[in-house]
């Protein structure tokens, strides 16, 4: 069997994370955003935590996100102890991982029964508007594409993986944010300075002509910009939430075990489906 190519670079993914942590005023306000979310949805969960742990690249962004929580980096093997927690929060990476269910399934084993699993990252409205630009103005130079922007999944399939990977009661839900900017140039500084580059190991490894992003900042402005002369930049921050299966949590009902009809409940009468390819006796 053929295994399917690397998505992510990892070496590279560290070398622009660690330029970010080193850059003068790093742009993780989108990490910041996502922590106080995660903050506000754990409030919702009736239920103490007492061995959180949380799997990030930016730890201190999420150090004061979840008390007393275990930190380790999104490595293709996490260091998490299995069945030793009651939640872990995969934090802003799993967007970057070349197996995403292989990083769900670990996540799951850690996590005690009945523990809950909290996953962030971005989706794939993310970078929507960068993403046609490149492609247009690399199209219209070059005669082809190539990988510059990371492909994020979609938010139904994501919820599909949170099934795959084994948890119960799987849920997904988005929250898009648009970001507005100077230009183009001005984006992508911003994504160099959250670690957010191009990473792809299929990405072109030799240099970009400098044509090539003055037309795809022009065509970005054209296309998108703003009657005040700037850009937006849409960010879709996907969250996913399952849980750990245990015997107490509520299972489904079979099939035709229920004891009242739908139409007792709602107090009206119930009316004979009709088919519509069958001719009426009227």
């Not at 996502?34 to 935590?49: G, I, K, T, Y």
């Not at 507005?180 to 240099?207: C, K, P, V």
Request: charged share 25%; glycine share 8%; net charge negative.
């Amino acid at each position: 069997m053929t295994q399917a190519p690397d998505l992510t670079d990892r070496i590279a993914l560290d070398r622009f994370r660690d330029r970010a942590l080193c850059h003068a005023d790093p742009a993780l306000f989108l990490h910041e955003a996502a922590a106080l979310e995660v903050q506000e949805r754990l409030e919702l969960v009736n239920r103490s935590f007492t061995s959180p742990a949380i799997v990030s690249p930016f730890p201190s962004v999420w150090r004061g996100a979840v008390p007393g929580a275990v930190h380790v980096p999104d490595d293709e093997l996490l260091a998490l102890e299995p069945g030793g927690h009651d939640l872990v929060v995969h934090a802003m990476a799993l967007h970057w991982a070349n197996d995403p269910v292989g990083q769900l399934v670990q996540c799951r084993r850690a996590l005690k029964p009945d523990g809950l699993f909290l996953g962030v990252l971005y989706g794939g409205q993310t970078l929507h508007e960068l993403r046609a630009a490149l492609s247009e103005a690399e199209a219209a130079i070059t005669g082809g594409l190539s990988p510059r922007v990371a492909p994020m999944g979609e938010i139904r399939d994501l919820g599909a993986l949170l099934q795959r990977a084994g948890f119960a009661m799987p849920v997904a839900d988005s929250a898009p944010r648009t970001v507005s900017y100077r230009d183009m140039f001005h984006l992508i500084a911003d994504l160099r300075a959250m670690g957010e580059g191009n990473a792809l190991a299929q990405r072109r490894r030799t240099a970009t002509r400098r044509s090539l992003f003055t037309q795809a900042a022009q065509i970005y402005a054209d296309s998108f910009g703003t009657d005040d002369g700037r850009i937006p930049a849409t960010f879709e921050t996907i969250f996913l939430t399952g849980w750990s299966p245990a015997d107490s949590q509520p299972k489904p009902l079979r099939p035709g075990s229920a004891r009242t009809r739908l139409a007792d409940a709602l107090n009206t009468d119930e009316q004979p489906l009709i088919d519509p390819a069958r001719p009426s006796r009227d």
